[in-house]
């Protein structure tokens, strides 16, 4: 496309030079096609959140390595208590409906960023912290519950492995937390911004994709560990 | 592309250029994603503590395939995962990443239980054979 017009501006030595010519091109307006170039982005316009996606697909990796590690220890009980015995279901399902209910709240909050209601953001924001900090209460209750019955991650590899993986997930909801009252302490100082807009982007981003992961975990994990 | 392209200067023309780079959030796909994944979720549960099928072999196939389908169901409604984000260029990570999460858990376990079967039959008990 750019080589029927190459020939017309001397100063282009080819058309290989056109994206990093930019300042010096101000002369060669009449190459009107060869404008493509520069005018239009060569990459995408939002670069922030492709790059915070691509860090949650190697966090997707780091998970993927601990379900593997699940999958293969699972079931090497050494004698110890089976998922059977120590699994409390209704207790996953309380915690399944805080995680769910709160990516829901969290979806909530951003309608009110796209209102520009920076007091019903954060009310939501407010919500969504507390439903995961419930959910880390459960399972730290879970977790203080295994370790009282002897049932700690040095009993067997299928504990290990378990405590590996969900405490991971709950390490993510921990930070997940710690980042929603950094965002409210932002958005109550410095309001709706472009920066605090995309970072609050960036932090629903990171909470679905916790929900995602534990909705591997609980698959996997618990519902799977409890069947004979 | 050209229609990706106006798509974007129309929204900047009225909210100025700085949320033209955001995804748009609905209520009613926040709601239709919050009601499948309450149906997905309740689901599995029920089937696992209603002991709803005999075999556990079919229970454990269910769940998987209902994890499954919630975990796209959460990828489009929630995350506004489609062809569309960041020029397809999301996706195509997301591809990547399925493929190698593919690779990990799928050659893990294949390889373990072929060292389980073939390499410490001392340790086991006598094999079984699969039906």
């Not at chain 1, 999958?71 to 399902?93: C, I, S, W």
């Not at chain 1, 290990?160 to 965002?183: D, E, N, P, Q, R």
């Not at chain 2, 556990?56 to 196939?61: F, I, L």
Request: net charge negative.
């Amino acid at each position: 496309m750019s080589d029927t017009t190459a020939p017309n501006p001397p100063p282009l030595t080819g058309p290989g030079a056109g994206p990093f010519s930019g300042d010096g091109r101000s002369n060669g307006q009449a190459a009107g096609p060869l404008q493509f170039l520069v005018r239009t982005a060569h990459h995408s316009p939002n670069g922030t959140l492709l790059g915070f996606w691509l860090y949650l697909m190697s966090d997707c990796l780091v998970f993927a390595c601990l379900f593997a590690a699940y999958g293969v220890l699972g079931r090497r009980y050494a004698d110890g208590p089976t998922g059977a015995e120590v699994f409390e279901l209704p207790l996953v399902a309380l915690n399944t409906s805080l995680l769910l209910l709160s990516s829901i709240t969290y979806g909530f909050a951003m309608l009110e960023m796209q209102k520009r209601r920076p007091r019903a953001l954060l009310g939501w924001l407010a919500v969504t912290g507390l439903l995961g900090a419930a959910f880390i209460g459960v399972e730290l209750h879970e977790f203080a519950g295994l370790i009282h019955d002897g049932a700690g991650p040095w009993r067997s590899a299928f504990l290990s492995s378990f405590f590996a993986l969900v405490g991971t997930h709950g390490l993510h909801v921990t930070c997940g937390i710690i980042w929603i009252i950094t965002m409210m302490t932002q958005v109550g100082k410095y309001g709706l911004n472009a920066a605090n807009r995309r970072r609050l982007v960036c932090l629903s981003m990171f909470w679905h994709f916790l929900d995602v992961v534990w909705i591997g975990v609980f698959t996997f994990v618990y519902l799977m560990g409890v069947l004979p | 592309m050209s229609a990706h392209d106006t798509a974007l200067g129309d929204a900047g023309a009225h909210d100025h250029d700085e949320d033209e780079e955001l995804p748009h959030s609905t209520f009613s796909g926040y709601m239709t994603g919050f009601v499948l994944a309450v149906a997905l979720t309740a689901l599995p549960f029920w089937i696992v503590m209603g002991s709803v099928f005999h075999r556990s072999g079919v229970t454990a196939a269910a769940i998987l395939l209902i994890g499954a389908v919630q975990i796209v169901v959460h990828m489009i409604y929630f995350l506004h995962m489609d062809g569309k984000v960041q020029g397809g260029w999301s996706l195509l990570a997301l591809i990547f990443t399925i493929v190698l999460v593919a690779i990990a858990l799928s050659g893990s376990i294949w390889v373990m239980y072929h060292l389980n079967e073939n390499m410490m039959p001392g340790m086991m008990q006598p094999m079984h054979n699969p039906p």
